[in-house]
């Protein structure tokens, strides 16, 4: 039930907050996050970092992660790049807002056992992570290819520091 409620809360902010005469100038960013997300459930498929652990029989970590990534993160995507400020400073508040919802809302999931932590990975590097993903979504909204050639070098350290090895990869 509360997944049901996030998703459509979710629906009913974008719905309000969203300039949808400009989704077309979002849909690139939203395509580059699901790529991303999608090739992180690929390869982290045996060696997850984190996972959902629904308290519902109904519902399982893919059901969950696709309908974040079709949805609740696409959507969540279109208000962040809908109102960036132009002016630097302004921006560094701006993603430091953002950073912390995300962050303080997987803390939450997470102290309530429905966000599991596996490999090395946790609360710490889930914010870090978010500073990265915001930032770089960011980049790729305004300048595409400046923000693909950033995620190279930043997906290689990702993959050094929480490496899965070839046994856990399909």
């Not at 009913?12 to 400009?22: E, G, P, S, T």
Request: aromatic residues 22%; proline residues 5%; charged residues 10%.
């Amino acid at each position: 039930m509360y997944f049901a409620i996030a998703v459509a809360v979710i629906l009913i902010l974008a719905y309000f907050l969203v300039d949808w005469k400009r989704w077309k100038n979002f849909y690139p960013t939203i395509q580059f996050y699901i790529i991303c997300n999608l090739m992180y459930n690929f390869i982290f498929f045996n060696h997850t970092l984190w996972a959902y652990n629904p308290k519902s029989p109904w519902l399982n970590h893919t059901f969950i992660d696709l309908t974040f990534s079709l949805i609740i993160i696409p959507s969540m995507l279109m208000v962040y790049l809908n109102y960036i400020p132009k002016m630097f400073k302004n921006y560094l508040s701006y993603l430091a807002a953002w950073v912390t919802a995300f962050t303080v809302v997987e803390y939450f999931f997470q102290r309530t056992g429905m966000f599991i932590y596996d490999n090395g990975w946790g609360i710490i590097h889930s914010a870090i992570f978010n500073v990265i993903m915001f930032s770089v979504l960011g980049i790729h909204y305004k300048r595409p290819i400046y923000g693909i050639l950033l995620s190279i070098p930043i997906i290689a350290i990702l993959l050094y520091f929480h490496h899965p090895s070839f046994g856990d990869l399909k």
